[in-house]
């Protein structure tokens, strides 16, 4: 009895399948396909949003007819037309007298809130200066402004918690629609 041996041959290097004109081929169309039909997914996904919109407008002209003082809108009513109030106040011409009066005091006031009260056509201004002079002459410059009719030193306060111990104030007056 004679012992064979025999060999076993692992390659795990294996050259692959030699590329062929049909196998070029047939991974090109394949490529062409998958572009063709994401180009006819795109245009269906398009089409069936804008028949969605249309639809939805459709349905708003048949939805039934609703008691405006049973509705959310006729509760929101007061603060939604707050909202429109607030935002149609002009307010461009009295934020460049404040930014200019700012600028004006070599930017050592800050101002640091403004609040309207549309009902008493008033302006609430709160600031902070470096030391109460200059907060003294920041009013006395809007004093002389255009659209903020007698604006006037409402309260001020020194803050300890601060080490520079700035100034924080706060400015009252009547504001103009028209300059």
């Given at each position: 009895m004679?012992?064979?041996?025999?060999?076993?041959?692992?390659?795990?290097?294996a050259?692959?399948?030699?590329?062929t004109p049909?196998?070029?081929g047939?991974l090109?169309?394949g490529v062409v396909?998958?572009?063709?039909?994401?180009?006819?997914y795109l245009?269906?996904?398009?089409r069936r949003?804008?028949?969605e919109?249309r639809?939805?407008?459709v349905r708003?002209?048949q939805?039934?007819?609703?008691?405006?003082a049973?509705?959310?809108d006729?509760r929101?009513?007061?603060?939604i037309q707050q909202?429109?109030q607030?935002?149609?106040?002009?307010?461009?011409?009295?934020?460049?007298?404040?930014?200019?009066?700012?600028?004006e005091?070599?930017?050592?006031?800050?101002?640091?809130?403004?609040?309207?009260?549309?009902?008493k056509?008033?302006v609430?201004?709160?600031?902070?200066?470096?030391?109460?002079p200059?907060a003294?002459?920041?009013?006395k410059?809007l004093?002389?402004?255009r659209?903020?009719?007698?604006?006037?030193?409402d309260r001020?306060?020194?803050?300890?918690?601060d080490?520079?111990?700035?100034?924080?104030?706060?400015i009252t007056?009547?504001?103009?629609?028209?300059?």
């Amino acid at each position: 009895m004679s012992a064979s041996r025999e060999l076993i041959e692992c390659d795990f290097v294996a050259r692959g399948a030699p590329r062929t004109p049909l196998s070029i081929g047939l991974l090109a169309g394949g490529v062409v396909l998958a572009v063709t039909v994401l180009g006819v997914y795109l245009n269906f996904d398009g089409r069936r949003a804008g028949l969605e919109l249309r639809l939805a407008a459709v349905r708003r002209g048949q939805a039934p007819v609703v008691d405006p003082a049973d509705s959310a809108d006729a509760r929101l009513g007061p603060s939604i037309q707050q909202a429109a109030q607030d935002l149609a106040t002009p307010w461009t011409l009295l934020l460049a007298e404040l930014e200019k009066t700012s600028k004006e005091s070599a930017d050592q006031v800050a101002v640091l809130g403004v609040e309207p009260d549309h009902g008493k056509h008033s302006v609430r201004i709160s600031a902070e200066a470096r030391n109460l002079p200059l907060a003294l002459d920041y009013v006395k410059r809007l004093q002389a402004s255009r659209s903020n009719q007698y604006p006037m030193f409402d309260r001020h306060e020194l803050r300890a918690d601060d080490p520079q111990h700035p100034v924080r104030f706060e400015i009252t007056g009547q504001w103009r629609d028209q300059p």
